[in-house]
C-alpha cells in the first residue's frame, strides 16, 4: 500500500512537471487554467502530511462461522479501534482453498480472496475451518491464524489445529488482535508480554493480553486506541 501511495505521489510530481513544462506554448487563457489545475494538485499534496481519516476494518464472517460470535468480536474490536463494520452477510469459503486429505483450507488462498473486499481499509475473515501454511515442518501446517504482512488482511479460526478443540473466548479475541496487528504493519514481537509474540507453531498465546509499548505506540499511530 506505501508502494502505491508512493508512486501516485512520484505521478503527481511528474503530472505537475509535465504541466509546467507545457505551459510556455499555451494561450494565456490555458495558461491560466492550467496554474490553477497545478495550484490544486500542489494544495493536495501538502494535504497529504494532515492525518489521514481512519481506514475502516470489514469483519467478513465465512459461512460456518456463527453470527452471534462474529458481533461479539466485532464489539471487542470497536473497544481499541474507532472503525470497524461486521458485514452481515456470510461469503463462501473458497472451494479450489480446501484441502481435503487433511480437511483444511490454504491460509494465503484465504487471504488472495479476501484482498478485494478490503473497501480500501482492512479484511479480517472469521472461520470456524482450520486454516493452514507451508512451513519448515509441513506444506499444509494447522495454524491459528494468517495475515499478509502490512497488506490489509487477516483470517483467524475459532478452532485449535492440533486438538480441534475451540478456543476460548480470551483466545480468540487475542487472536484477532494479533493478526490486525500484523495486517496493520508489526512484525513479531520479542517481548514475551505481548500479543504480537511469535506462537512458534505451538499453542502459545501471550502471558498477557496486551501490546508492549511499542507495539502499542506503532498501532495507535494508525488510529488504535491502545
Ligand atoms: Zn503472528
Ligand atoms: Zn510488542
Known amino acids: 500500500m506505501r508502494t502505491k501511495k508512493h508512486i501516485s505521489v512520484i505521478a503527481t510530481i511528474i503530472l505537475c512537471v509535465i504541466i509546467v513544462a507545457c505551459s510556455g506554448e499555451q494561450s494565456r487563457d490555458r495558461q491560466e487554467e492550467q496554474e490553477k489545475q497545478v495550484t490544486a494538485k500542489t494544495t493536495s499534496q501538502q494535504s497529504k502530511s494532515v492525518p489521514q481519516p481512519i ?33 452481515k452477510t456470510s461469503i463462501p469459503l473458497p472451494k479450489e482453498c480446501y484441502y481435503k486429505p487433511r480437511d483444511r483450507y490454504k491460509g494465503t488462498g484465504l487471504l488472495d480472496d479476501l484482498m478485494k473486499f478490503r473497501n480500501g481499509g482492512y479484511a479480517l475473515g472469521l472461520t470456524r475451518k482450520i486454516i493452514y501454511d507451508r512451513n519448515e515442518i ?27 478443540k475451540p478456543l476460548s473466548d480470551d483466545e480468540i479475541q487475542e487472536l484477532m488482535l494479533h493478526e490486525l496487528g500484523h495486517a496493520f504493519g508489526l512484525q513479531h514481537c520479542k517481548n514475551e508480554r505481548c500479543m504480537m509474540v511469535d506462537a512458534e507453531h505451538g499453542n502459545k498465546f501471550a502471558q498477557t493480553q496486551s501490546f508492549c509499548n511499542d507495539c502499542k505506540k506503532y498501532l495507535n499511530n494508525k488510529g488504535w486506541k491502545l
Open 55 to 87: 481506514a475502516t476494518i470489514y469483519i467478513y464472517r465465512y459461512d460456518d462461522f456463527p453470527e452471534a460470535k462474529a458481533e461479539q468480536l466485532k464489539n471487542e474490536l470497536q473497544e481499541v479501534y474507532p472503525s470497524v463494520i461486521l458485514v
Open 138 to 164: 509441513s506444506s499444509t501446517f494447522g495454524v491459528f491464524g494468517i495475515s499478509y504482512i502490512g497488506d490489509s488482511v487477516s483470517v483467524i479460526s475459532s478452532l485449535r489445529p492440533k486438538t480441534l
